[in-house]
């Protein structure tokens, strides 16, 4: 491979360390990345855009800055990549859907310019549900992701592309969004750092919306120091988006110690389903969190039974009004009916959305229907207010809580394409936090052996609202003390060999 030799070993804040300090450029390390996706992707299939012109003169711009003495940006010569559900002035932003094909948009979004602003460079768009709907990356119009740990299974969803990618050290940034658990579960199916902040600290203006009251855009790194990193780039007030809180950017916190903190665990999600190899890995890292001077108290958050059910009912009935803006008028291609308005419309739609993405408009439509409204729509809400209500009253006698993100390891590929419910069932444990509107970070914490391949293990760390600099934090200590990033470096087969078998 060309480029910086040591490009797939190291997390974005050593790169741009080796960049800064003129051990490589960052030509160097945009050749490097480029070299890798070649060389991967046509297995992996995460990446469905590659920008290596614009990628390519872009480090050229940022190696001449460098030589003329002028600061580097805290992502200086750092590739990273976007979900295809962002917009970047000019750069195809299909969300995964036929319907949105050639779609591209006419701005940038600002939580990738302030990427930009800082010198990170994008090198592609990547692979996804369409729409974001769905948690294995197989319900995409295009190509669907494969794990880099073993491609016969899935890298979780819906944000697959940009969680390979980073897997399999492709880039060592890239973003996703985390409407019900899009970047946390494949987080942990990848071994990689996910992390969906507070509802509110990251400007949703430029990602395409599914569920507005859940969307956020959400990071996967290599690192835990990586994340603290990018969020503090990231986050904060955006005029744009009225929904984005107005308060300054996450602040990392300096303390490299979790002595003292209360750490909860809770008891439904250690229940049934659980596969028994995973809640061992997950009551390791409790116990490995417990040696590091934290204390854990046991808790109950007695609604998360009613977490899948509320879910499918607020998306829903969010994404079946936020889709309807698909009518082969503004956006993507047209397809025409019998030369009327309505069948045009109609026949745009019915070759546009895959059938995933048709179910739940049929059923957000259904809830929000007069007569359905409040048997369905207001009463989810209110269990959504109960669900937040566990947890609020679960904050008062803990600092975090941790838990799995998700109840197994990798799944197969067409394990669960035939039964939707099944898929729904892959992200009990972050769709709670997601109704809540809570930050919630997966950290690796070991691997397990299924179908004779070693698998990732990811352990969830959840924090009260506006508390996302002490998860990002214990998640910093957590993998500061385990070795479980060097074992995964050591046994990721895509990394060892440069090539993902
Ligand atoms: N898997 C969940 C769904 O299908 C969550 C998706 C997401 O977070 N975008 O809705």
Redesign the pocket.
């Known amino acids: 491979m060309s480029g910086f030799a040591d490009y797939a070993r190291l997390d974005a804040t050593a790169l741009r360390e080796a960049i800064v300090s003129k051990r490589t450029t960052a030509s160097q390390v945009v050749e490097a990345a480029l070299a890798r996706i070649a060389a991967l992707d046509p297995e992996l299939s995460a990446f469905s855009t590659v920008l290596a012109d614009s990628a390519r003169a872009r480090a050229k711009e940022l190696d001449a800055a460098l030589a003329r003495g002028e600061p580097a940006g805290a992502l200086c010569g750092v590739p990273f990549a976007l979900k295809s559900n962002m917009c970047v002035e000019g750069v195809e932003a299909h969300c995964g859907s036929k319907i949105l094909a050639g779609y591209k948009p006419p701005y940038t979004a600002p939580f990738v310019q302030r990427l930009l602003d800082e010198g990170a460079i994008l090198v592609g768009m990547t692979h996804m549900?369409e729409f974001?709907?769905?948690?294995s990356g197989e319900n995409s119009g295009y190509a669907v992701a494969k794990n880099p740990w073993d491609t016969s299974r899935t890298p979780g969803?819906?944000s697959s592309g940009s969680c390979a990618a980073v897997a399999a050290r492709m880039v060592p940034l890239s973003l996703g969004?985390?409407?019900?658990?899009?970047v946390r579960?494949p987080a942990a199916l990848c071994g990689i750092v996910g992390f969906k902040p507070t509802y509110g600290r990251i400007t949703r203006y430029g990602l395409v919306a599914?569920g507005s009251s859940l969307d956020q855009v959400s990071p996967f790194t290599r690192s835990a120091r990586d994340m603290e990193l990018v969020l503090s780039v990231i986050s904060g007030a955006d005029e744009h988006d009225s929904t984005c809180l107005p308060l300054p950017a996450i602040d990392p916190e300096r303390s490299d110690s979790i002595r003292g903190l209360r750490i909860g665990v809770p008891k439904e999600y250690f229940a049934s389903g659980l596969d028994a190899d995973v809640r061992a890995k997950v009551e390791g890292a409790i116990a490995k969190l417990v040696e590091l001077g934290a204390a854990t108290v046991p808790i109950e958050l007695p609604h998360t039974e009613y977490a899948i059910p509320t879910?499918y009912v607020v998306?829903t009935a969010e994404a079946s009004s936020n889709l309807a803006r698909y009518d082969g008028i503004r956006y993507g291609p047209r397809t025409n009916g019998d030369g009327s308005l309505q069948s045009m419309i109609a026949a745009t739609r019915e070759a546009g959305f895959g059938p995933e993405v048709k179910r739940r408009i049929l059923l957000g439509t259904y809830v929000l229907s007069s007569g359905y409204y409040d048997a369905w729509y207001v009463r989810a809400l209110k269990v959504r207010r109960l669900i937040r209500h566990d947890f609020d009253e679960a904050f008062k006698s803990v600092d975090l809580i941790a838990c799995p993100t998700s109840p197994t390891a990798a799944f197969r590929l067409g394990e669960k394409t035939d039964d939707p419910v099944a898929m729904?069932l892959s992200?009990v444990m972050t769709v709670p936090t997601?109704l809540a509107g809570l930050p919630a970070v997966s950290v690796p914490c070991g691997t397990v052996t299924l179908g004779g391949k070693q698998l990732p293990v990811g352990l969830q760390l959840i924090g009260p609202s506006l508390a996302d600099a002490r998860v990002l934090r214990a998640a910093r200590v957590f993998e500061d003390a385990t070795q479980h990033q060097r074992e995964i470096y050591a046994l990721a087969p895509s990394v060892r060999e440069g090539a993902a078998r």
Request: zero cysteines.
């Open positions: 549900d974001a709907m769905g948690s969803g819906s969004s985390d409407t019900g658990g899009s579960q599914f879910y998306a729904y992200d997601s």
